[in-house]
Every structure is written in structure tokens, then in C-alpha cells.
């Protein structure tokens, strides 16, 4: 093996599913980054030979701790193990990006924040649409205060396309497997408005005799403010297909409306003022900002975009969500966050 160059970086990338598969892709283009693979998989890791060539391969994260050097490692894997391998890596000094939902429980959350602060290593979650120009040009709309104070948001993602995509299938034995997958919607509320609700209501069904599904596999949230000054709904399915994907914000004075699958935006004042814009945008390239971040991060030049502390939000709602749907009632955000030590 060749001696490390000046300045290049070790990334371990640990699961080949689809999502790992063009975190591989497109950090591969970097001339900056050395490229290794966890995959126990023989089936997967055939096709990203098939797909990409040949990269030192690891049957296990622990493999590639012990082989030593890494500067970070990428967790990719399907969602039960982000916490075990995140943990291990920052014990073992390695930076971690972590792909979303950070975690599926709160309390392993909580253990993840406490491994950051131990190993001072940077961590970050990946809510990519932070970086879509999309998102941010509606963020920037919101900020400018053109609509006014926002008093609803309303999003709704119809996505069979995700289940024909998964390699795992694990949405069919996963519960509520697609408030997991979907949890960019739920990051996107508390990262425009900069509040996080109060209480939350889901109500999910079984619909349909699809191929592939989930249990359940169309739900709606409602989200509850104490001071009554704002309300959010988000409805998620994996049942639309071709894929729906729709963001609205109303304000005092106007509002907002998003298509994320076209980019296009319109953005109105009662007072009759009108804005259509699309946002230029490749996916791929959405991805290649959110490591071009990451990369100067752990170089040093600058500070995670979603550290432990923020990106524990989403999966704290996603908590809620699904204590809601069990119990059937609307569940209290800030009780659950204080069992946890958490808000």
C-alpha cells in the first residue's frame, strides 16, 4: 500500500447500502480522501467492486479501529447500529459522521453526546438538506421576514421510491421505520422556525396490498405550541408513487410554497407580491457541500453543521411520534426530553 499523501485524509465508510454507496461515490472523487469499506455483506460488496473497483475492505468496524490511521469514520448502516458504532469510533479517537436519524431512541442519543464530549472529536449527523440550495433559499426568504411571523408549517413526502431503493428492506419489520427515514421533514421544522414543539399527535394505518411496505405506512403528525402562536403538520406515505415531496410556511403577511422535486419556490405577500424562483440544484451536489463541510471540520477550519446537540431534536419528536401513535394521545415533547436529562 502506498504511504499516505500530505494533507489526504483516512474515511472509513461503514455500510454499502444505498446511502453508503454514493457517500462512497462522491467522496471517491476527492483527491484528498483514502477510501476503506466495512461490509460483511459478500453480495454487497461484490457490487461496489462492480460499481466503483477495488477498496480495502474490513468484515467489521473493529477491523478498521485496529487497523489505526482513520481520520473519520462514516456510519451508514441501517439505524439500530448508529449509536454502538458511533460510540465505538469516538472511544477509539476517530471523527464520525453519522447519517440520519442519529439514533432510534433518545437515550442513545444522550450516550452518543456524552462519547463526543469525551473524545472532543468532531460528530455530525447527516440532514443534508442543509446544504440544498432549495432549503436554503427558503430559509433565507423566511429570515428576510417577507411573510411575515410564520404561524404554520406543512410538509408532506410521498415516497414508495424509498422502499424499491432499500437494500435491507428493513422497513418491513422495522415499527415506524418511516418516521426514521423521513426524519429530514421533522429536522426541517425545528431548523427553519428555530422552535421546537410541545406536544405532538401521529395517528398512522396499514394501507393498501403494496409489494413492499411498512407498519405503518402512511401516518400524519401534528405538532402543538404551548403559546398557541404557531402550529406545524407533516404527512409522510409509502404509498405515492412517483415521489411527492412539498414544503409550505405561512406567515402573517404571506407565505411560502416548495416543491422539493423540482426546486421550484413561490413565495407571496397578501399584499399581492409574488416571487417564483427554482433553485439550481443536483442532488449530488447537495452531498458534495454537506462533506466538503464535514472535511474542513475535521480539518480543523470549522464547526459541525449538525453536532450531537441539535441533531438529538429530531429523533426526541420522532420519540414522541410514536409514543403518540401507541398510546393514542398526544404526547408531551418536553416530559419525554426531561426523562432523558435532555432540553
Known amino acids: 500500500m502506498k504511504g499516505k499523501r500530505m494533507n489526504e485524509l483516512n474515511f472509513c465508510v461503514a455500510g454499502a447500502g444505498s446511502i453508503g454507496r454514493r457517500h462512497l461515490r462522491l467522496l471517491k472523487e476527492r483527491g484528498d480522501i483514502r477510501l476503506s469499506v466495512v461490509e460483511p455483506s459478500e453480495k454487497s460488496w461484490a457490487r461496489i467492486v462492480e460499481e466503483m473497483g477495488e477498496f480495502r475492505r474490513f468484515h467489521t468496524l473493529e477491523e478498521a479501529l485496529v487497523s489505526g490511521n482513520l481520520d473519520a469514520v462514516v456510519i451508514a448502516t441501517p439505524h439500530g447500529m448508529h449509536a454502538e458504532m458511533s460510540i465505538q469510533a469516538l472511544d477509539a479517537g476517530v471523527n464520525v459522521f453519522c447519517e440520519k436519524p442519529m439514533s432510534d431512541s433518545v437515550e442513545e ?16 449527523v447527516g440532514f443534508m438538506f442543509h446544504f440544498d440550495p432549495f432549503i436554503r433559499k427558503i430559509r433565507e426568504i423566511l429570515m428576510s421576514g417577507r411573510i411575515g411571523t410564520p404561524v404554520h408549517f406543512y410538509s408532506r413526502l410521498g415516497t414508495y421510491n424509498t422502499l424499491l431503493c432499500s437494500v435491507s428492506r428493513h422497513q418491513a419489520y422495522t415499527p415506524y421505520s418511516i418516521i426514521m427515514d423521513c426524519i429530514h421533514d421533522t429536522d426541517l421544522l425545528c431548523w427553519l422556525t428555530g422552535r421546537v414543539p410541545d406536544y405532538v399527535f401521529m395517528n398512522g394505518i396499514q394501507a393498501g396490498a403494496l409489494e413492499l411496505t411498512s407498519a405503518p405506512n402512511v401516518i400524519d403528525a ?7 402562536t404557531f402550529a406545524a403538520h407533516s404527512h409522510f406515505n409509502y404509498v405515492q408513487h412517483p415521489q411527492v415531496h412539498t414544503l409550505e410556511i405561512t406567515g402573517d403577511r404571506g407565505y411560502i410554497q416548495g416543491d422539493f422535486m423540482t426546486a421550484r419556490i413561490t413565495a407571496a405577500t397578501f399584499g399581492g407580491e409574488m416571487e417564483i424562483v427554482t433553485a439550481e440544484r443536483q442532488f449530488d451536489d447537495v452531498y458534495r457541500a454537506e462533506w466538503e463541510w464535514f472535511v474542513k471540520a475535521v480539518r480543523g477550519e470549522t464547526s459541525p453543521e449538525n453536532p450531537a446537540a441539535s441533531a438529538i431534536l429530531p429523533t426526541l419528536l420522532m420519540h414522541a411520534q410514536m409514543e403518540s401513535a401507541r398510546n393514542g394521545r398526544e404526547a408531551d415533547v418536553r416530559e419525554i426530553a426531561g426523562r432523558y436529562g435532555f432540553l
Open 109 to 124: 442519543c444522550m450516550a452518543m453526546q456524552e462519547a463526543v464530549q469525551r473524545s472532543g472529536k468532531v460528530f455530525s
Open 222 to 228: 401534528v405538532y402543538r405550541y404551548a403559546d398557541g
